[in-house]
């Protein structure tokens, strides 16, 4: 059966790597912007929302997050096989704790049901190159209409 559990433990490996990310995050911080500059200006056009940065901010980009706009005709399910079939891994938006098997479903939660159906997380690898990123934006752009004004 399911049960709910939570593991805090960080092994030896996980925290060695850590500290060693500490020693240059400064330079993974600024490749990952670099990274999701380019998602965003190359995106800007579309039917949807990335990350915010609010000003008082410094949004470190971990992942690039699109959310498409709730009026629009979008496949999540289909954005991601076409991805896939390009051989680019994407990954699935986070889905709301209550979709999972263990809790109660919470429908009535209809911004975070509706984020998780319309959003995912574009690749974001901090050493992607202009062409990799390039191929990435134009498979995005055939699933996602431009802003209708």
Do not use: C
Request: glycine share 4%; net charge negative; hydrophobic share 40%.
């Amino acid at each position: 059966s399911d049960e709910i559990g939570f593991k805090y433990k960080m092994s030896n490996i996980q925290a060695a790597i850590g500290y060693g990310q500490m020693e240059r995050i400064e330079d993974l911080i600024a490749e990952k912007r670099r990274v999701f500059d380019y998602y965003h200006n190359s995106l800007g056009s579309l039917s949807l929302k990335m990350n915010p940065e609010p000003s008082n901010v410094i949004n470190g980009f971990w992942m690039p997050s699109i959310v498409v706009d709730q009026n629009v005709d979008f496949s999540k399910q289909e954005l991601l096989e076409d991805l896939k079939d390009h051989n680019i891994d994407a990954r699935v938006f986070f889905w709301p704790i209550s979709m999972l098997p263990m809790f109660e479903k919470k429908i009535n939660n209809e911004v975070s049901y509706s984020i998780s159906s319309r959003a995912i997380n574009l690749p974001s690898y901090y050493g992607l190159s202009e062409p990799e990123m390039k191929r990435v934006v134009s498979i995005v752009k055939k699933h996602i209409p431009t802003i209708v004004i």
